[in-house]
């Protein structure tokens, strides 16, 4: 992958437990190598849990079975990589026996905000991370809620960047083009012009605007009939099954979602 740069030797040796026999299968994945990533230009170091970070991706997998114990990624930020490994992590210590799951804060506009979690909605995407993509469509889902009078729509540069950096029938590609079509026909929009950021990107982008045009021709609507009340579709449908990366010997897999 382009924008990763290959290590063949550590400077910092890996650390390697020598004696696993006593830990449950379950929780092997917090033991064994640690491996040392660095991101960003500055270089940025993170040290991760060999094993659980490639319980979750065939990228990482592929490239430190291979016997690298470095990794750097110079293009990543991070910020959103420091958002990843609070996915990676958050995940792995969930409450024992418990019901509840990893969930991301939700945007506050300055600390944390809706592009950034988009960025790590996108790092899934490259590094092939079913369930860090399903943590973002949660977030983003609870953050923009139900259709409402007053529906706050995703700012169109946001959209841009979800379609220039996913594949057609990305989750989150259909979840920011039905959050678009409820704030079009939300009642406190009617007479008002579009917004700035619409208008900039809808009129160099038609992949955008024919996905709203579609989604929009789905609903069934017609002429002479009455508009039925907009409702987002449930929270699983926008969730991508999350695939088992086996190793050797094939572990208890992460229940991530």
Known sequence: MSGVHRSTQSSTPSTRLTDTSSIPASDSWLTDRIVTIFVGPEKKRW?????LLISQSEFFKAYFSAGHDEMTLPDEEPKL???FMRWLYGTAFQ?????????YLQPDGVQLTVRDYLGVYVMGYK????????????????????????????????????????????????????????????KDRVTQPLPR??????????????????????????????????????????????????DEPVDDPLNTL
């Open 47 to 51: 040290v991760v849990h060999e094993k």
């Open 81 to 83: 990589f420091a958002l």
């Open 127 to 186: 590094f092939g991370i079913v369930g860090v993509r399903n943590a973002v469509i949660d977030v983003l889902y609870t953050y923009y809620g139900e259709a409402s009078d007053d529906h706050e729509a995703p700012n169109m540069h946001d959209v841009k960047y979800i379609f220039e950096n996913t594949l057609p029938g990305a989750p989150m590609r259909r979840l920011l083009t039905a959050h678009s079509l409820f704030y079009l026909f939300s």
């Open 95 to 103: 409450p024992s026996g418990g019901g509840r799951s990893f969930r």
């Open 197 to 246: 950021d619409w208008v900039e990107v809808l009129n160099s982008e038609a992949e955008i605007g024919f996905a709203i045009i579609q989604m929009l021709a789905e609903w069934g609507w017609y002429i002479g009939g009455n508009a039925p009340r907009m409702t987002v579709k449930p929270r699983a449908d926008f969730h991508e099954r999350v695939p088992i990366v086996k």
